[in-house]
């Protein structure tokens, strides 16, 4: 129902219900109403003391406000253009009660296709986007999450990964602030922060699976550049990296120390002695000190965050491919933003480029959330993986900030093919005239039918015609998206769901674990955090072959917890290698869940 209709209805109801109940409490009080008018004046006069005519007056009230509640909740589809006719074609807004039915009808359907292909299928409960359940069948379209700070991007992603925590699913988390590691994390999860004394070892050579690894690798490690004379240098930057990863490998020596002190410390000569009879010797002939120069600038900016990673046996390659490994959380914190950046590049584009050297394996659930997706850089696989990662069970979801950042980190090309990865939106308050205006581009247009009346005025007399206009018009204008308030927002799935605006409830999910714990480096003055008494930190999932002085300052045991709900249903949330046992009872998985779902 359009706006106007509901107000006209609310109107309606509003006036016919208390006369209804006026009328029947004076039949019931057997008060006469004529003759008339002298009667009825008379029976009005009496309402305030006729108990009955007065509790059916106020019965009648009382209908008509829950009908007007019901109208305006389940009625209004929210749409507030102008009224029309008929709706035609094109992007259509539609109550949001009545899109959940749709979206749970469909995975009615989804669940039983699942049972008719494997009988011990058991049905899927949804992704919740706040009330709003996903369809089953859409999860792999990847999902993008548009909002300006504070209108709700967090509280939406952490009602996502709640859900995928309650269906045992896996994920690959980007954190900033390690705030989703510590409403969500558990036994047998893995960190990966150079700077938390949690986190998992991991070299570069760990990746290593093949000889066509190296190129890919040094891909991950220097991405593309949206300007072409930058990008030729990474290039021929690239090329070096990997021919010196496949020396080293070969040579029997892949450490990543050796590495980086290769390539950033020594002078071109000792480079070009150890590149000999390799692809890259041309690079480093005489008389080429610029090009060694450019080339050693480029792997200053991108090797050289290797040296911050300790050395340890986590492989990204084998979490992808382990389908008991627990979750993986890459967080850092703001002030650790420019030293880690080319890692977590390098980290994602990894899982990526991995998840598509899987068989193709539709049944496994595999989960991407890119917290601040404008802000990792440009990355090599990340595309591919967005419009081929389904078959493999892949599903994204991104967030995104700023049109314009995306724009200049990608490209404005690269930027639209970007978006064309994604096919549900949630859309929250906007920023700015741009941002709103994509995000109403992306909302879509509509052709509905309206009834113009033209009047005309003349000597003769006037008179008037209706003429019938359809044009496109914008679904959602971009300042109804500025004006949004914070948790309120557009939700737009694949195929044919119409378009249904939300409101996303902010959910207190208690700490489980402290966000980062700072490694002790000798430099750090800040005080570490202090434990959870009662939850905790969740140890990482994945052994290290370390440095005495960060084995001390990691758990000594790691926790593997399996995935699988049928297999393992009872996983411990609270224990832990360290500290002492709490005491609280151990509490299962499902507990948990439960626990959450009758809090709130």
Same mark, same amino acid.
């Given at each position: 129902? /359009?706006?106007?209709?509901?107000?006209?209805?609310?109107?309606? &109801?509003?006036?016919?219900?208390?006369?209804?109940?006026?009328?029947?409490?004076?039949?019931?009080?057997?008060?006469?109403?004529?003759? &008339?008018?002298?009667?009825?004046?008379?029976?009005?006069?009496?309402?305030?003391?006729?108990?009955?005519?007065?509790?059916?007056?106020l019965a009648g009230l009382a209908a008509a406000a829950g009908v007007a509640y019901l109208l305006h909740e389940y009625g209004d589809d929210k749409f507030r253009g102008a009224p029309y006719r008929r709706w035609m074609r094109g992007s259509r807004m539609a109550n949001w009660h009545a899109v959940r039915r749709q979206v749970l009808a469909a995975n009615r359907l989804e669940n039983n296709r699942?049972?008719?292909?494997?009988?011990?299928?058991?049905?899927?409960?949804?992704?919740?986007?706040?009330?709003?359940?996903?369809?089953?069948?859409?999860?792999?379209?990847?999902?993008?999450?548009?909002?300006?700070?504070?209108?709700?991007?967090?509280?939406?992603?952490?009602?996502m990964i709640f859900s995928a925590v309650r269906r045992r699913d896996r994920m690959a988390v980007i954190d900033p602030n390690g705030t989703f590691f510590s409403k969500f994390s558990f036994p047998g999860d893995t960190i990966l922060n150079p700077f938390d004394k949690r986190s998992a070892g991991w070299t570069i050579f760990n990746e290593i699976q093949g000889v066509h690894d190296f190129s890919?690798?040094?891909?991950?490690?220097?991405?593309?550049?949206?300007?072409?004379?930058?990008?030729?240098?990474?290039?021929?930057?690239?090329?070096?990296?990997?021919d010196t990863m496949r020396k080293l490998h070969e040579t029997g020596n892949p450490d990543q120390e050796t590495l980086v002190n290769l390539l950033v410390r020594e002078d071109g000569d000792v480079i070009r002695a150890f590149l000999a009879n390799t692809d890259s010797q041309g690079y480093f002939r005489e008389n080429a000190e610029k090009a060694i120069a450019s080339i050693q600038f480029m792997?200053?900016?991108?090797?050289?965050?290797?040296?911050?990673?300790?050395?340890?046996?986590?492989?990204?390659?084998?979490?992808?491919?382990?389908?008991?490994?627990?979750?993986?959380?890459?967080?850092?914190?703001?002030?650790?933003?420019?030293?880690?950046?080319?890692?977590?590049?390098?980290?994602?584009?990894?899982?990526?480029?991995?998840?598509?050297?899987?068989?193709?394996?539709?049944?496994?659930?595999?989960?991407?959330?890119?917290?601040?997706?404008?802000?990792?850089?440009?990355?090599?696989?990340?595309?591919?993986?967005?419009?081929?990662?389904?078959?493999?069970?892949?599903?994204?979801?991104?967030?995104? /900030?700023?049109?314009?950042?995306?724009?200049?980190?990608?490209?404005?090309?690269?930027?639209?093919?970007?978006?064309?990865? &994604?096919?549900?939106?949630?859309?929250?308050?906007?920023?700015?005239?741009?941002?709103?205006?994509?995000?109403?581009?992306?909302?879509?247009?509509?052709?509905?039918?309206?009834?113009?009346?033209?009047?005309?005025?003349?000597?003769?007399?006037?008179?008037?015609?209706?003429?019938?206009?359809?044009?496109?018009?914008?679904?959602?204008?971009?300042?109804?998206?500025?004006?949004?308030?914070?948790?309120?927002?557009?939700?737009? &799935?694949?195929?044919?769901?119409?378009?249904?605006?939300?409101?996303?409830?902010?959910?207190?999910?208690?700490?489980?674990?402290?966000?980062?714990?700072?490694?002790?480096?000798?430099?750090?003055?800040?005080?570490?955090?202090?434990?959870?008494?009662?939850?905790?930190?969740?140890?990482?999932?994945?052994?290290?072959?370390?440095?005495?002085?960060?084995?001390?300052?990691?758990?000594?045991?790691?926790?593997?917890?399996?995935?699988?709900?049928?297999?393992?249903?009872?996983?411990?949330?609270?224990?832990?290698?360290?500290?002492?046992?709490?005491?609280?009872?151990?509490?299962?998985?499902?507990?948990?869940?439960?626990?959450?779902?009758?809090?709130?």
């Amino acid at each position: 129902m /359009q706006r106007h209709e509901v107000e006209n209805a609310t109107m309606a &109801f509003g006036v016919a219900l208390p006369m209804a109940g006026w009328w029947s409490g004076a039949y019931l009080g057997n008060v006469p109403l004529s003759p &008339f008018p002298r009667a009825l004046t008379e029976a009005l006069n009496l309402t305030p003391h006729h108990p009955i005519i007065m509790g059916g007056l106020l019965a009648g009230l009382a209908a008509a406000a829950g009908v007007a509640y019901l109208l305006h909740e389940y009625g209004d589809d929210k749409f507030r253009g102008a009224p029309y006719r008929r709706w035609m074609r094109g992007s259509r807004m539609a109550n949001w009660h009545a899109v959940r039915r749709q979206v749970l009808a469909a995975n009615r359907l989804e669940n039983n296709r699942r049972r008719k292909a494997n009988r011990e299928a058991k049905p899927l409960p949804p992704i919740m986007v706040g009330r709003m359940p996903m369809p089953l069948h859409l999860e792999n379209r990847n999902t993008l999450i548009c909002a300006s700070v504070g209108a709700g991007k967090s509280v939406a992603m952490e009602a996502m990964i709640f859900s995928a925590v309650r269906r045992r699913d896996r994920m690959a988390v980007i954190d900033p602030n390690g705030t989703f590691f510590s409403k969500f994390s558990f036994p047998g999860d893995t960190i990966l922060n150079p700077f938390d004394k949690r986190s998992a070892g991991w070299t570069i050579f760990n990746e290593i699976q093949g000889v066509h690894d190296f190129s890919r690798m040094a891909k991950s490690v220097i991405p593309p550049q949206v300007d072409p004379n930058d990008e030729q240098w990474c290039a021929y930057t690239r090329d070096v990296l990997a021919d010196t990863m496949r020396k080293l490998h070969e040579t029997g020596n892949p450490d990543q120390e050796t590495l980086v002190n290769l390539l950033v410390r020594e002078d071109g000569d000792v480079i070009r002695a150890f590149l000999a009879n390799t692809d890259s010797q041309g690079y480093f002939r005489e008389n080429a000190e610029k090009a060694i120069a450019s080339i050693q600038f480029m792997m200053n900016k991108y090797v050289r965050p290797l040296r911050f990673m300790t050395r340890g046996q986590f492989s990204l390659h084998k979490w992808v491919h382990d389908p008991k490994a627990g979750n993986l959380f890459i967080t850092w914190r703001e002030d650790m933003r420019a030293a880690q950046r080319p890692l977590v590049a390098t980290w994602i584009d990894t899982i990526c480029a991995t998840i598509l050297s899987n068989e193709p394996m539709t049944d496994t659930r595999l989960w991407l959330f890119l917290d601040e997706l404008e802000s990792l850089g440009k990355l090599e696989s990340f595309v591919p993986a967005a419009t081929k990662g389904r078959k493999h069970g892949l599903r994204i979801v991104g967030s995104i /900030q700023d049109w314009a950042q995306l724009d200049e980190t990608y490209g404005k090309d690269s930027a639209k093919t970007l978006l064309a990865c &994604f096919r549900n939106y949630l859309i929250f308050g906007a920023s700015n005239a741009l941002n709103a205006d994509k995000a109403s581009e992306i909302l879509g247009k509509q052709h509905v039918e309206r009834i113009n009346v033209t009047q005309t005025v003349g000597k003769g007399g006037g008179g008037s015609r209706q003429l019938v206009a359809s044009q496109p018009e914008p679904v959602v204008m971009d300042s109804e998206i500025s004006n949004l308030k914070d948790l309120d927002g557009y939700v737009m &799935f694949a195929e044919d769901f119409p378009i249904a605006k939300i409101h996303v409830a902010y959910r207190e999910y208690p700490r489980r674990a402290n966000p980062i714990e700072i490694l002790d480096d000798g430099l750090s003055n800040s005080k570490p955090e202090p434990d959870m008494s009662s939850t905790p930190s969740a140890p990482t999932g994945a052994d290290a072959t370390e440095p005495p002085r960060r084995r001390k300052a990691r758990t000594a045991a790691r926790s593997s917890r399996p995935r699988d709900a049928e297999s393992n249903p009872t996983l411990d949330l609270f224990s832990s290698a360290d500290g002492p046992e709490p005491s609280a009872p151990p509490m299962d998985i499902s507990d948990w869940v439960a626990q959450e779902e009758t809090r709130t």
